[in-house]
């Protein structure tokens, strides 16, 4: 079935310096696709925006002909907000542009940049900023949900680097949060997601980086536990130069299997801390090295668009040997690989924020632990969202209070949205809500409802 198109569309082709598209013109699957391939939505309108003024005529269109509005970054979030039917899609994908100041250490992304951009564009001046491990993640949509990655122990989270932000709110207007200028914006874009309104571009602090230590181990059979407590071991005691991530799954035969991706950035070719982890039993392949910092954002990948997701986890408070072993079994019950089960560790600079730098809630836990579904067949959909829900609900008594926004899926209901945050910052963020949208337009989120009542 096509949307219907809606009246006076010729009236927002003339205001757009960008592109409308409608289904049936050329692009029009492509730009509704998601990385998520349970999503299949068809939007009335997409209106592949150019600048801010694009975005404020594409709300304004919205608004007056009464669509509801999903905002497009780099259209990976897992739930498929990015997309919706019979509405208006803000599609930023257009707006990749990425300029960097070498001399103040700054970098301004446009809303559509993805990580592949914003590195190329910093590392051209040996600077970067942390940012999340698979090229073509969205740098907005990341950054609003707090973002984790390769550098997360030595820079902080990826909103904790954001500086500052150019924002075109629903009612249109273009402002700008930073610092000085509507500092409580740019305390609720650290983190509380694209609730406020479609930022256009956004500034990030730089740091130097010339190369880093990084790659994976991989280990593969029975053993493979001991690997994974040695991961949890090497990052508790590890200093701020080396960040960790580990992911456990099983192959065909259920074999299992742990990758564990270091990133180190201090001085040493083969750092120490890492001897500990390519000595753990069944390491069956190591590729940890000296390389460039664009090689290690090319150590992740995930296919786009073609395999259904349905993800959910904790964070937690610590990662005992029972939870590991709990996580390890929980690998086995569907019979065949079910996905995976990513861990990355928030030990380091996340800690030394100062205080109530930004809305996230979760800088005080050990690690975000997350199972990642994933298949291809849709008569599995049932049973891999109840993998993932039963093994969410195994971490549960671990956990720090909530789960990672920028994983959640759609159906997540409020209270797990609210324990993400807690309930004061939450109830700070319903005020901003109220502030910046008080009709709740951008609602296909992780929503924060306005305190007006205009509740999903
Ligand atoms: C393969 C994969 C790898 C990932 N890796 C990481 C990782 O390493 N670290 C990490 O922390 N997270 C990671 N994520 C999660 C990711 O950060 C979130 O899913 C994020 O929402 C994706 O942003 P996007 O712009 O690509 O997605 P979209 O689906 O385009 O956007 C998601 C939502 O973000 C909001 N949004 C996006 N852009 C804007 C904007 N310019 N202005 C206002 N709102 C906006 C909107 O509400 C939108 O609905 C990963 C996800 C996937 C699928």
Same mark, same amino acid.
């Given at each position: ?64 002909? =009464? ?112 610092? =000085? ?111 460039? #910092? ?57 800690? &030394? ?8 809630? #979760? ?36 956990? #720090? ?9 759609? &159906? ?13 910052? #939450? ?30």
């Amino acid at each position: 079935m096509s949307a219907a198109v809606p009246e006076g569309i010729d009236d927002l082709r003339r205001s757009l310096a960008g592109v409308v598209v409608l289904a049936g013109d050329p692009g029009y699957d492509d730009a509704r696709r998601c990385f998520n391939a349970v999503v299949d939505r068809r939007p009335a309108v997409i209106a592949r925006c150019l600048d801010a003024g694009d975005v404020a005529a594409a709300l304004d269109f919205a608004r007056a002909h =009464d669509l509801p509005v999903a905002v497009r970054g780099g259209g990976h979030n897992p739930a498929g907000h990015c997309v919706l039917d019979d509405g208006l899609v803000v599609d930023l994908s257009l707006m990749r542009t990425v300029d960097v100041d070498d001399d103040a250490r700054l970098a301004l992304a446009g809303g559509g940049a993805t990580w592949v951009d914003f590195d190329a564009a910093t590392q051209a001046s040996g600077l970067v900023t942390p940012g999340g491990v698979v090229g073509s993640t969205g740098v907005a949509g990341l950054t609003l949900g707090g973002g984790i990655g390769h550098l997360t122990a030595q820079h902080g989270l990826t909103c904790d680097n954001l500086v500052g932000a150019e924002v075109v709110t629903p009612d249109g207007a273009v402002i700008r949060a930073s610092a =000085d200028e509507n500092a409580d914006l740019l305390w609720g874009l650290r983190g509380g997601g694209g609730n406020f309104g479609v930022a256009t571009r956004l500034e990030f602090r730089l740091h130097p980086l010339e190369r880093v230590v990084g790659g994976t181990f991989v280990f593969r059979g029975e053993n493979v536990v001991e690997a994974v407590r040695r991961f949890r071991d090497v990052v508790a005691q590890s200093p701020r130069d080396l960040s960790c991530q580990a992911v456990l799954g099983v192959d065909e035969s259920l074999t299992p299997t742990v990758i564990v991706a270091p990133c180190y950035t201090g001085s040493h070719e083969t750092p120490s801390e890492l001897d500990a982890l390519r000595s753990a039993p069944g390491l069956a392949a190591d590729s940890v090295r000296t390389h460039t #910092f664009l090689d290690q954002q090319r150590v992740f990948d995930s296919a786009y668009g073609q395999n259904r997701h349905y993800w959910k986890g904790h964070f937690v408070r610590e990662l005992p040997d029972e939870l590991i072993d709990e996580l390890m079994a929980r690998l086995l019950v569907l019979g065949r690989p079910p996905g995976g089960i990513l861990i990355e560790s928030l030990h380091g600079a996340p800690k &030394d924020a100062p205080p109530d730098p930004g809305a996230v809630g #979760f800088r005080g836990a050990a690690f975000n632990v997350s199972a990642t579904a994933t298949w291809q067949d849709a008569a599995l959909d049932e049973e891999q969202i109840a993998w993932a829900r039963d093994t969410a609900a195994a971490v549960a008594p671990w956990s #720090f209070g909530g789960g990672y926004v920028n994983y959640m899926q759609a &159906d997540e209901p409020i209270d797990r949205v609210r324990a993400a945050f807690g309930a004061d910052a #939450f109830a700070r963020l319903q005020a901003l809500k109220r502030r910046y949208d008080p009709e709740n337009v951008l609602r296909r989120n992780q929503n924060v409802p306005p305190l007006n009542g205009a509740e999903r």
